[in-house]
């Protein structure tokens, strides 16, 4: 049965690792940001004094982790947070457990009075299927930035917005 946590523990980091590089999604560059944000928020180091701390939210499948999630209120603003990575180790994918992860970050934002989510992801083909799961997650594009990350590598910014009377049950059914 899968279960969450919210606590970061020592062994997180090297899991983050195991579990982002298993995806095939991302480069050694994108692995080392989940990394070096879960040694951050256990050494207590933040980018400056005004940071805001990245949360994280961890998938088990019994004791094995199987996902996680990690986000951030946006600096300099009041109800504006940031879904900067999730991803959920390869063996697992296509169990709903990314759809659980982003149903409890949503929780846990609405809850720390946030009003709307914000992620960027890639425009190459490869990450078609991502942006398919955010706009299933009840995502919506809200702009395109043209070659942000390479020449033919476009930015696609996805946003959440809650409704004033929003169902507990934020993520709409399949």
Same mark, same amino acid.
């Given at each position: 049965?899968?279960?969450?946590?919210?606590?970061?523990?020592?062994?997180?980091p090297?899991?983050?690792?195991?579990?982002?590089?298993?995806?095939?999604?991302?480069?050694?560059?994108?692995?080392?940001?989940?990394?070096?944000?879960?040694?951050?928020?256990?050494?207590?180091?933040?980018?400056?004094d005004?940071a805001?701390?990245?949360?994280?939210?961890?998938?088990?499948?019994g004791? &094995?982790? %199987?996902?996680?999630?990690?986000? *951030?209120?946006? @600096?300099?603003?009041?109800?504006?947070?940031?879904?900067? =990575?999730?991803?959920?180790?390869?063996?697992?994918r296509?169990?709903?457990?990314?759809r659980?992860?982003?149903?409890?970050?949503?929780?846990?934002?609405?809850?720390?009075?946030? &009003?709307? %989510?914000?992620v960027?992801?890639? *425009?190459?083909? @490869?990450?078609?299927?991502?942006?398919?799961?955010?706009? =299933?997650?009840?995502?919506?594009?809200?702009?395109?930035?043209?070659?942000?990350?390479?020449?033919?590598?476009?930015?696609?910014?996805?946003?959440?917005?809650?409704?004033?009377?929003?169902?507990?049950?934020?993520?709409?059914?399949?």
């Amino acid at each position: 049965m899968l279960s969450f946590r919210d606590k970061l523990n020592t062994r997180d980091p090297e899991i983050i690792r195991n579990i982002t590089a298993s995806t095939g999604f991302f480069d050694d560059t994108d692995i080392e940001i989940g990394v070096n944000l879960a040694h951050a928020v256990l050494n207590r180091q933040y980018a400056n004094d005004n940071a805001e701390k990245p949360e994280f939210l961890f998938a088990e499948d019994g004791d &094995k982790t %199987v996902g996680y999630a990690c986000f *951030g209120k946006i @600096q300099d603003c009041c109800s504006a947070y940031e879904l900067y =990575l999730i991803s959920t180790l390869n063996s697992y994918r296509g169990h709903g457990i990314g759809r659980q992860l982003v149903q409890r970050l949503l929780e846990t934002v609405r809850r720390l009075g946030g &009003k709307k %989510v914000f992620v960027k992801t890639e *425009g190459t083909p @490869q990450y078609l299927p991502t942006r398919k799961f955010y706009e =299933l997650c009840g995502f919506k594009l809200e702009a395109v930035l043209k070659e942000y990350y390479d020449d033919k590598d476009d930015c696609y910014i996805y946003s959440y917005k809650f409704c004033e009377n929003e169902a507990a049950n934020l993520i709409p059914a399949e």
